[in-house]
């Protein structure tokens, strides 16, 4: 089982960038898939990116497409968003979240929330208009 710790989360103005991270505690990170998800207040958790455990595959949600990337660095037990252009619809409290696959999976599957096993606690993003 990886810990999970996010950090970067923070309040920005529209059209501006963060970068938010998170670190990983626990045994063979380099055998998970890593996803990025948030959750906005009143709505549902929802899928962000995900990444492959050799970070060669990636799949993102179509409201973040082209704005945000993620990446991993498996010798530094973290996985990272690179948050661009945002936007106010953007603020949410973001989870990073584990799947002890080392296998990719269908993008469906990669999108679904009980696919991950591991979860962090969430850091928030506040984009302001």
């Known amino acids: 089982q990886l810990q999970l710790v996010e950090s970067g989360g923070g309040l920005v103005q529209a059209g501006g960038s963060l970068r938010l991270a998170c670190e990983a505690s626990?045994?063979?990170?380099?055998?998970?898939?890593m996803g990025w998800f948030r959750q906005a207040p009143g709505k549902e958790r929802e899928f962000v990116a995900g990444i492959s455990w050799s970070g060669g595959t990636t799949h993102y949600s179509d409201s973040v497409k082209g704005r945000f990337t993620i990446s991993r660095d498996n010798a530094a037990s973290t996985v990272y968003l690179q948050m661009n252009t945002l936007k106010s619809e953007d603020t949410a409290v973001y989870y990073c979240?584990?799947?002890?696959?080392?296998?990719?999976?269908?993008?469906?599957?990669?999108?679904?929330?009980?696919?991950?096993?591991?979860w962090g606690q969430g850091t928030l993003v506040t984009v302001s208009s």
């Open positions: 979240a584990a799947s002890p696959s080392d296998i990719w999976r269908p993008d469906s599957l990669v999108e679904d929330y009980s696919y991950y096993r591991d």
């Open positions: 626990g045994r063979a990170f380099e055998s998970y898939t």
